[in-house]
């Protein structure tokens, strides 16, 4: 079993920044992919969206609104995953909520979420 806790989330105006950090306890071991979601507002589970996530070896995947604006970066040996939001846009306003995907034994895991809120 594989825990995960959130924070880093608040109130940001347009254009600021905001830094997310996700820490994972537990069985924590093997070939695994940690990420990062959101949900919009008003919107239910089966819209959160993918923003970005990050390999065991270091590989990274945006999606592209963040493209450029956001910046995933891992740390092994402390387990956790950390997420640098840059330039932020209303848009961007969310629950974000931390995923740990084991390749090794197919399972998957999430955080209770972190509300990050862009407004002027």
């Known amino acids: 079993q594989v825990q995960l806790v959130e924070s880093g989330g608040g109130l940001v105006q347009p254009g600021g920044s905001l830094r997310l950090s996700c820490a994972a306890s537990g069985t924590v071991s093997g070939i695994y992919v940690m990420g990062w979601y959101r949900q919009a507002p008003g919107k239910q589970r089966e819209f959160r969206e993918l923003?970005?996530?990050?390999?065991?070896?270091?590989?990274?995947n945006y999606a592209d609104p963040v493209k450029g604006r956001f910046t995933i970066s891992r740390d092994n040996a402390k387990n956790t995953v950390a997420l640098q939001m840059n330039n932020l846009k209303p848009e961007d306003t969310a629950v974000y909520y931390c995923?740990?995907?084991?390749?090794?034994?197919?399972?998957?895991?999430w955080g209770q979420g972190t509300q990050v809120t862009v407004s002027s």
């Open positions: 923003v970005a996530r990050i390999g065991s070896g270091g590989s990274t």
């Open positions: 995923n740990f995907n084991s390749l090794s034994w197919g399972s998957n895991y």
